[in-house]
Each structure stands twice: as C-alpha cells, then as structure tokens.
C-alpha cells in the first residue's frame, strides 16, 4: 500500500511558511519595540530642549519622534497584515488541498482491496474450520458408540443423556456483519457443547 509523499512534501512547505511568517512575527515585534524606544527618547529631549529654550534641539528631537511614530506605524500595519492575511494564494491552497484528498482517496481504495482479500481468506478459514469440528465430532460419536460400544456408559444413573468428554466445540451459526466503511464482510461464530443423543 502506497505512503504519503504529496501530503507529506506539503507538510514540508507549510512548516517553512509558518516558520518564516514566526521570525518576521519576532521582527516586526522587535522594531516596534525599538520604535518605541525612540519615541520615549525623542519626547524626553523634546522636554529638555523646551526647558532650556533650544529651539534647534527642539525641532531635531520633533523630527526623531516623527521618524520614531512613522517606523512604529509601519511595522505595526506589517504585522497585522501578516496576522490577518492569507500567506498563499488561494490557487495554491486549492491545489494542495485538492493534492491531499486524491492521494488519501487513492490509499483509501488501495486498503479497502487488501482489506477485501483479507476477508475472503478469513472466511475460508472460518469454513474449514467448521469442517473441521464437524469431522471431530463425526469421529467421536462414531468412536465411541460404534466402535467402543459406549452408548450406556454415556447415560447416568437416572438414565439422562450425558455430554461426551471430549466431545470438540462445534460451529453452531455464521452471522455476517459490516466492517467499518468498508463495507466488507466478516465472519464469527458461536460455539456450543453438543449432547449426545443416543
């Protein structure tokens, strides 16, 4: 029976695109920590310079905040996007999933076949050995009311029919049911002690 080898080649691709998509996570993450950082510094030389009356330190520190809130806006708007979007195009998806019900469907009918011949082999066993209880008990019976002349011996004192010893557990019914989706036929049966009816 074949293995998976497509499914398995996609499992592949997957664990590097979500692999991938968990390092720029981290990034992202990273940079707008950064970003964060820098506005912090910005804003308190911001206040600095607006204590000690420096204009040009003042606007520096106004643009660095500026660059600082727009990097942290950006890296935000990209980690969302990769949160929330489709990391494949949706051909692709559909071709991977498409790839994975053919081959499971072709190892489904691949065990259903084995499964079949299975059955039919268990039934002839089943068979034979019903034959096989059927032939034992013949021969006892025989054996020992025939042949042995055992046929008072097997009554006991009241004169009610006893069970042979060893008389063999014979197949007393076959019933048939459903294995599982796959439809195929099972064998079992019940066993029993028989009397001895003289």
Not at 19 to 45: M, S
Not at 70 to 98: C, F, G, M
Not at 106 to 112: C, N, S, V
């Amino acid at each position: 029976m074949n293995k998976l080898t497509a499914t398995l080649k996609i499992e592949e691709y997957v664990n590097t695109i979500l692999a991938d998509r968990e390092q720029k996570i981290a990034d992202y993450t990273d940079l707008i920590n950064r970003a964060d950082t820098a506005i912090e510094a910005a804003t308190d030389a911001m206040d600095e310079a607006e204590l000690s009356g420096d204009e040009d330190g003042y606007r520096e520190a106004r643009r660095d905040r500026a660059d600082a809130m727009a990097s942290k806006e950006l890296h935000q708007k990209r980690l969302a996007r990769l949160l929330n979007e489709p990391l494949i195009t949706q051909d692709r998806y559909e071709s991977w999933v498409n790839s994975i019900y053919a081959e499971v469907a072709d190892i489904d009918t691949q065990a259903r076949g084995i499964i079949a011949r299975q059955s039919v082999k268990m039934a002839c066993i089943a068979d034979e050995l019903k034959e096989t209880f059927e032939k034992a008990n013949e021969v006892l019976r025989r054996l020992q009311s025939d042949v042995y002349k055992d046929a008072d011996r097997s009554k006991n004192t009241s004169g009610e029919i006893m069970k042979l010893p060893h008389e063999t557990k014979n197949v007393d019914k076959w019933d048939t049911f459903n294995w599982g989706k796959a439809g195929v036929s099972h064998y079992e049966y019940s066993k029993y002690l028989k009397e001895v009816e003289q």
